[in-house]
């Protein structure tokens, strides 16, 4: 970086352009009445919704909360048309939203963000993008995502491939065509069971490289009735504040009855129930202790394989298929439509690489310790650096030239998972510490954004010029965070929470397991406080 100063000067920059960058520009700008500049990578807002365009994408969370809540007529005017968001639909109504409050004027896009660092002989921060942008801007934010930074593994000889290769979170805008094509899936998280069984009814032959099997869940996916959304849209005061004041972004509610103290045929009846009903209702709705107690949690488990069992023609196939070595919830819950029917098809085979690794990518296709297989695409659904990877690709210095990736060396470290100490005037939406992917992804949102705003606001209302986060404070969330993960089953599992999908990534719970609900009322508690746990910093008196 230069140290020249004559350069453009903003209240704040962003960075991203998905529900959160677009939410906080309106925050910024037309609320607070500050200048704020949105840089974004994509050619359009829509964050992942922009990147991820695979066949099958949609959302998990169910359309009527997968929303803004912010603007009553807003929620009014947009109609979804299916039980859950598909990729397409929820790009066109980020649009809308867009085009409604006018964001794009505050939107830089196709400019990605390299570096941010802390000025403290200005107290400002300095941006530099890759199209050659330096601004000043007295608070830097980031939407960056918590699963926007796609992994591709290192396997030898992808570089000698001869085929076509794409990654799931950066999928082709004009999309791809499978067929007649000889087509490999690498990877069974949520994006690989969304697009194995759409690519299979394109492609010639598929076959899916599995490492660990989960546990996934129909989600009965369908169109909505039209008085659904009436009902929906007449209840949505009712609807948005128990999404908000709930553990994970839903209305549904939080059962009361441990699955252990029922009976094995009211349990079975009510995990079929939930199982018709199907989605994250599965996991949420049926038992008070499956997501913490580990026998109670056996019991989900073993319905689960239950229904593996019953749908697979093929008894190898199935066993092959059958999640054990982590707990039901313990990695993300899949949602899925047609996945393990897929497997019924005879175009489609399931290869175990746990048990005969990848070794290579030919020419022609890939090489595992038993065989070698032909393909002419491969597709990598294989995931992200969640939660800090998108960090680690900007140079972000705080005070003294910090740097942030040297600072999370072991692991993501920030107060309220908003601001890291050291780095002032820096906060993150949905950064790691915060509820973020465990609740559904609006409402959380919503909440950062709105207690940033109200702390910028607080700021100016009592002339602070830097806020900044204290080192205990941090430690005591932190210790916190790592306290509340270690009551849960999540730790009993390899997943990307734990960053365990990423070589040498130091083993950290990264989001915060305590809940929406408990995370608001802190937060809340802190700015009712004074902002609590920040130092805040007066602007020098002006001399007459
Ligand atoms: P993911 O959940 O991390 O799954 C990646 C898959 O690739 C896993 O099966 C993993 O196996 C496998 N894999 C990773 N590295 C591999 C390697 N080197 N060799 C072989 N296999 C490898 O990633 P994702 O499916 O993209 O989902 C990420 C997150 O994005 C989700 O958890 C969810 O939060 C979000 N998402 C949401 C939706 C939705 O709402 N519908 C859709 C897509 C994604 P292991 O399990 O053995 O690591």
């Known amino acids: ?24 520009l309106y925050q910024l700008r037309d609320v607070l009445g500050l200048s704020a500049r949105v840089f ?30 912010f603007d009553k007529d807003l929620a009014q005017e947009w109609t979804w048309s299916g039980k859950y968001p598909e990729q397409p639909e929820i790009l066109r109504y980020l649009s809308h939203v867009a085009d409604r409050f006018d964001l794009r004027r505050g939107i830089q896009f196709e400019t990605r963000v390299t570096a941010a660092h802390f000025r403290e002989d200005l107290n400002r921060w300095e941006i530099e993008t890759d199209q050659g942008d330096r601004v000043l801007a007295r608070y830097f934010i980031t939407g960056v995502g918590c699963i926007s930074a796609g992994q591709v593994p290192e396997i030898q000889g992808l570089e000698n491939y001869e085929g076509e290769w794409h990654h799931t979170g950066a999928w082709p805008h004009e999309g791809v065509d499978f067929a007649g094509k000889r087509v490999g899936v690498i990877g069974t998280g949520s994006s690989g069971v969304q697009a194995i069984p759409v690519i299979a009814s394109q492609a010639d032959h598929l076959t899916v490289f599995q490492r660990t099997p989960q546990y996934t869940v129909p989600a009965r996916h369908g169109t909505v009735t039209p008085e659904f959304l009436e009902e929906v849209k007449e209840q949505y005061d009712e609807i948005f504040e128990k999404t908000r004041f709930s553990a994970g972004g839903t209305p549904y509610g939080e059962p009361e009855r441990s699955a252990l103290d029922v009976d094995d045929e009211e349990r079975r009846d009510i ?5 018709e009903e199907g989605g994250f209702r599965f996991l949420l709705t049926t038992f008070s202790d499956i997501r913490v107690d580990r026998r109670a949690n056996d019991t989900a488990a073993e319905f689960i394989r239950s229904k593996i069992r019953e749908t697979i023609d093929d008894p190898d196939t199935a066993e092959k298929l059958l999640p054990r070595d982590h707990p039901f919830g313990s990695k993300r819950t899949l949602i899925d439509t047609n996945y393990y029917e897929t497997y019924n098809r005879d175009n489609v085979d399931l290869v175990d690489i746990r048990h005969a690794p990848i070794e290579e990518i030919t020419a022609n296709g890939l090489r595992t310790r038993d065989g070698d297989y032909e393909l002419d695409v491969i597709v990598f659904a294989t995931g992200y650096d969640g939660m800090t990877g998108a960090f680690n690709r900007i140079d972000i210095r705080g005070r003294d030239g910090e740097r942030l990736r040297e600072k999370w060396a072991e692991g993501p470290r920030a107060y309220l998972g908003l601001s890291p100490a050291g780095f002032p005037n820096m906060f993150m939406i949905t950064g790691p ?9 609006p409402p959380t949102i919503e909440q950062h954004v709105e207690y940033i705003s109200d702390f910028i606001a607080y700021m100016g209302e009592h002339n602070f010029e830097t806020a900044e986060a204290e080192a205990d404070a941090e430690d005591e969330w932190v210790a916190h965070v790592n306290q509340t993960a270690s009551e849960t089953l999540y730790m009993l599992a390899d997943s990307w929470y734990l960053g365990a999908n990423i070589p040498g990534k130091p083993r950290v719970f990264m989001p915060y397991a305590g809940g929406l609900d408990v995370y608001r009322e802190k937060c809340d508690e802190i700015a009712a406080a004074g902002y609590e746990g920040y130092a805040l910093h007066s602007r020098e008196p002006i001399e007459a």
């Open 271 to 275: 995990y079929e129930a939930a199982w």
């Open 40 to 69: 974004e990578a994509g050619d359009d807002v829509g964050g992942t919704w922009y990147w991820n365009r695979y066949p099958g994408a949609r959302c998990d969370s169910e359309s009527y909360l997968y929303c803004y809540s």
């Open 1 to 24: 970086m230069t140290t020249d100063t004559s350069r453009e000067e903003l209240d704040a920059v962003v960075v991203g352009a998905g529900f959160a960058g677009m939410y906080m």
């Open 433 to 441: 510490g915060s509820p973020s992917v465990l609740s559904n992804m």
